[in-house]
């Protein structure tokens, strides 16, 4: 296998909600800063390097982590104003980047294959962050190098705020002392999987037989051990910003059963949940829309905070529907809609939950990616 003559930059804001949060509240700075749930119910969902010093890290339960660190400052996130910080760098780089992709709200790929020609990728992306520095004031890391997989890594051996290029030459040297950790996709699961076959660097990995990796990894394996050679042929994807998203139902005969209209608008919104969660996104708006059997329609709207929790939306989706169906005419459409979104990993919504509550979505979610979406259902949703 051969590797690509492709250039793609990696850029990551470093400690993103700590940073910005040291940005609104300097004396903040040296300090070690947790972000995420106040209560002890609450869950890590970011902190500086300060507190992983004492071994915090993401999503760990703030009880825990105020236990290894005491004298941390812990701050309840703002998503509105991250997501504000986070549009303020991405604008920077549509306006300066031939092809980016928004990988999560405070990442960025970027292909600037070609660019050597003109003006050189290393000085290109030095400039970007240093115009991103000036002018958002965020500390950010970048690797440069073939693929996004090695490009990433070495971003991450470039942090805190510092620049690493890896040319085609120098891949597989870079990656070789490695921890096997350090490859994207490969998860706690999977991380103790192959310490158990004795595997603990990349280049041991690299060295196992491909076969005997998808056997023990299953379909995944072969992908982990082509990224263990530092091949990745996967795109930088063009960014688009999704809206909104939306579920609606027209019934072939109006109806005025309610008991119906509530099961169905749970299975619509566990639906769109369950998008949100796969697509990395967080909604803040929810809109329901009825439409009567004279075609009369009507909306209504709540913002809330940032989340892509089901028992959440729902909750939300039925006090609007209660509120909005006051007419008790029959019905020929209802509708969901999550809007005012913004890409974020599951964490970033979790100020207010506990561990346990963020393990069950996560379970629920393996099962619908593996058999479907409507593998897993609230018993409320299931219509009878």
Not at 101 to 125: P, V
Not at 155 to 180: C, D, H, W, Y
Not at 250 to 263: A, N, P
Request: proline fraction near 4%.
């Amino acid at each position: 296998m051969q590797l690509q003559d492709r250039t793609i930059l990696h850029m990551d804001l470093d400690t993103f909600f700590v940073s910005v949060e040291r940005l609104m509240d300097p004396k903040l700075i040296g300090k070690p800063v947790i972000v995420g749930g106040i209560s002890d119910r609450g869950v890590v969902a970011g902190c500086s390097y300060e507190a992983r010093k004492f071994g915090v890290h993401s999503a760990m339960p703030v009880k825990m982590a105020r236990t290894l660190c005491r004298e941390a400052v812990i701050i309840r996130g703002d998503m509105d104003l991250y997501s504000k910080y986070s549009g303020m760098v991405t604008e920077i780089i549509a306006e300066k980047a031939p092809l980016y992709e928004k990988a999560s709200i405070d990442e960025h790929y970027i292909d600037i294959s070609g660019m050597d020609r003109f003006l050189g990728s290393y000085k290109w992306s030095h400039e970007l962050r240093q115009t991103i520095l000036r002018e958002t004031g965020l500390p950010i890391s970048f690797g440069l190098s073939v693929n996004k997989t090695v490009s990433k890594i070495a971003t991450g051996e470039a942090k805190p705020n510092g620049e690493r290029e890896v040319g085609k030459e120098m891949v597989q040297p870079f990656l070789n002392p490695l921890s096997i950790r350090k490859i994207p996709m490969v998860g706690g699961k999977t991380y103790q999987l192959l310490r158990s076959m004795g595997v603990s660097t990349i280049q041991t990995l690299s060295a196992v037989p491909p076969e005997m990796v998808q056997s023990v990894l299953g379909k995944n394996g072969l992908e982990i051990w082509r990224r263990a050679h530092g091949i990745d042929f996967s795109p930088v994807v063009p960014y688009s910003e999704e809206k909104s998203i939306s579920k609606e139902r027209t019934f072939e005969t109006d109806t005025i059963d309610v008991q119906m209209l509530d099961q169905l608008l749970i299975t619509m919104t566990e639906k769109l949940c369950f998008k949100l969660r796969k697509h990395e996104k967080l909604t803040s708006v929810v809109t329901v829309k009825i439409r009567y059997a004279n075609y009369d329609t009507h909306t209504l709207q709540k913002k809330i905070s940032y989340t892509s929790f089901d028992h959440v939306l729902i909750a939300t989706v039925r006090e609007l529907f209660r509120r909005l169906y006051d007419r008790r005419m029959l019905i020929r459409l209802i509708g969901v809609k999550l809007g005012g979104l913004i890409h974020g990993v599951q964490q970033l919504d979790l100020f207010d939950n506990n561990e346990k509550q963020i393990q069950l979505y996560l379970s629920m979610d393996r099962i619908r990616l593996r058999f479907g979406p409507g593998s897993v259902r609230r018993a409320s949703g299931i219509l009878q």
